[in-house]
């Protein structure tokens, strides 16, 4: 195996890293076959299958420290099959995020690293904190400019919880018709209620808008403040509720209170920047890089446009065959994200 194959393997192992490693594993089994090795090829490709069959039969079982934070999901997922439903119209207010589509590795500031443990520690220990009278942090407001993982952090605490997430869809739920808004706010409450769930309100701006703005009518400043008085009331026996925006400024002064924990999810930094390329770049060669130099280059960007320009250059290499990253294939995606 290629020495540099080889250390991109190790890194994956090291930050369990399973996306990366069933690329990795991938490259090496193409790799040994390329070199004529086909029975060694054939045997590492059955060991592959045989642990992903056992991983998928085992998938339903919690990591152990968060044990007693699912155990109550089998049932659940069946009482959630019966969506809440607008009145009028009969849609759907929320969807449900399948959990093998939650994506779920992000990087972070250690600050922030650790206010996300702390929220998934304490959902695991709730009863523990229970005993002793006090309550897990169970409503969260995520905010901060786009692209730097709001709803990636959602997505993240569903899973790390074990909790089915279920996005509320605004589409369905704000209705042109007179109080009809807070009524599917109600409703979407009562029913998360029920059952232990993380109630995701991604771009929850629509909802909590400040009232004080004078652009807005007053059926806004009534759905406003239904919200307000759900968020002072919802007392789910289980569950977190996550809130999502980066309208922070405009949002309703009186909402702040009624949050747990309030999260700003901020751009990354350059260690940041330099790990979310790295990350993003662990299945494919990379050539010398002066990443002093790249990531100077990126000053003010987002997560997002920070995969997008490890991405970029990815593509590049393998148009241009090279498969191999360098510095010039990074400068050119970071420009291109410049311009636009
Ligand atoms: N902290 C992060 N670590 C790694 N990748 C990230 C991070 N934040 C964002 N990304 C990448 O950017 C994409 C978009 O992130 P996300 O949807 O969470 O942004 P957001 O903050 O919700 O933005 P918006 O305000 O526009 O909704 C993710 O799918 C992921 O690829
Ligand atoms: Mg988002």
């Given at each position: 195996m290629?020495a540099?194959l080889l250390?991109?393997?190790?890194r994956?192992i090291?930050?369990s890293?399973?996306?990366?490693?069933?690329k990795?594993?991938h490259l090496v089994?193409?790799?040994?076959?390329?070199?004529?090795?086909?029975?060694?090829?054939?045997?590492?490709?059955n060991?592959?299958?045989?642990?992903?069959?056992e991983k998928?039969t085992?998938?339903s079982?919690?990591a152990?420290?968060l044990?007693?934070?699912?155990?109550?999901l089998?049932?659940?997922l069946?009482a959630?099959?019966?969506?809440?439903?607008?009145?009028?119209?009969?849609?759907p207010?929320v969807t449900?995020?399948?959990?093998?589509?939650?994506?779920h590795?992000?990087?972070?500031?250690e600050?922030?690293e650790?206010?996300?443990?702390?929220?998934?520690?304490e959902?695991a220990?709730?009863?523990?904190?229970a005993?002793h009278?006090?309550h897990y942090?169970q409503?969260i407001?995520?905010?901060g400019p786009?692209g730097?993982g709001k709803?990636l952090?959602?997505e993240?605490?569903?899973?790390?919880?074990?909790?089915?997430?279920?996005?509320?869809?605004?589409?369905?739920m704000?209705?042109?018709?007179?109080?009809?808004?807070?009524?599917n706010?109600?409703i979407v409450?009562?029913?998360?209620?029920?059952?232990?769930?993380l109630?995701?309100?991604?771009?929850c701006?629509?909802?909590?808008k400040s009232r004080?703005?004078?652009q807005?009518v007053g059926?806004?400043?009534?759905?406003?403040?239904?919200f307000?008085?759900i968020l002072?009331?919802?007392?789910p026996?289980?569950g977190?509720?996550?809130a999502?925006?980066n309208?922070?400024?405009?949002?309703?002064?009186?909402?702040?209170?009624?949050?747990d924990?309030?999260?700003?999810v901020?751009k990354?930094g350059?260690?940041?920047?330099?790990f979310?390329?790295?990350e993003?770049?662990?299945?494919i060669?990379?050539?010398?890089?002066?990443?002093?130099r790249?990531?100077?280059?990126?000053?003010g960007?987002s997560?997002a446009q920070?995969?997008r320009?490890?991405q970029?250059?990815a593509k590049?290499?393998i148009?241009?065959r090279?498969?191999?990253v360098i510095?010039?294939?990074?400068e050119?995606?970071?420009?291109e994200?410049?311009?636009?």
């Amino acid at each position: 195996m290629k020495a540099e194959l080889l250390k991109r393997f190790f890194r994956a192992i090291a930050s369990s890293d399973q996306e990366a490693i069933d690329k990795l594993t991938h490259l090496v089994i193409e790799e040994e076959r390329s070199k004529g090795h086909t029975l060694l090829a054939d045997q590492l490709e059955n060991i592959t299958k045989k642990s992903q069959k056992e991983k998928s039969t085992d998938r339903s079982k919690p990591a152990s420290s968060l044990r007693d934070a699912t155990r109550t999901l089998p049932e659940n997922l069946d009482a959630l099959t019966e969506l809440p439903t607008s009145k009028r119209f009969n849609l759907p207010l929320v969807t449900i995020i399948p959990r093998e589509k939650l994506r779920h590795h992000m990087v972070l500031p250690e600050n922030i690293e650790k206010r996300f443990r702390r929220i998934e520690r304490e959902y695991a220990a709730r009863d523990r904190l229970a005993h002793h009278g006090l309550h897990y942090r169970q409503k969260i407001l995520l905010y901060g400019p786009p692209g730097c993982g709001k709803t990636l952090g959602a997505e993240r605490l569903a899973w790390n919880t074990g909790l089915p997430l279920l996005k509320v869809r605004f589409d369905a739920m704000v209705s042109s018709f007179l109080g009809e808004t807070a009524s599917n706010l109600r409703i979407v409450f009562e029913d998360a209620a029920k059952n232990p769930c993380l109630l995701f309100l991604d771009e929850c701006d629509s909802i909590a808008k400040s009232r004080e703005d004078y652009q807005e009518v007053g059926e806004i400043k009534r759905v406003v403040n239904t919200f307000l008085q759900i968020l002072d009331e919802y007392q789910p026996s289980s569950g977190l509720l996550v809130a999502a925006t980066n309208l922070n400024k405009s949002l309703d002064t009186a909402l702040w209170r009624r949050f747990d924990d309030l999260i700003a999810v901020p751009k990354p930094g350059k260690q940041e920047l330099e790990f979310i390329l790295k990350e993003t770049l662990s299945a494919i060669e990379i050539g010398s890089i002066n990443w002093s130099r790249i990531i100077e280059q990126m000053e003010g960007f987002s997560a997002a446009q920070a995969v997008r320009v490890a991405q970029d250059a990815a593509k590049r290499a393998i148009l241009e065959r090279e498969e191999l990253v360098i510095q010039e294939h990074l400068e050119e995606a970071i420009a291109e994200i410049q311009v636009s």
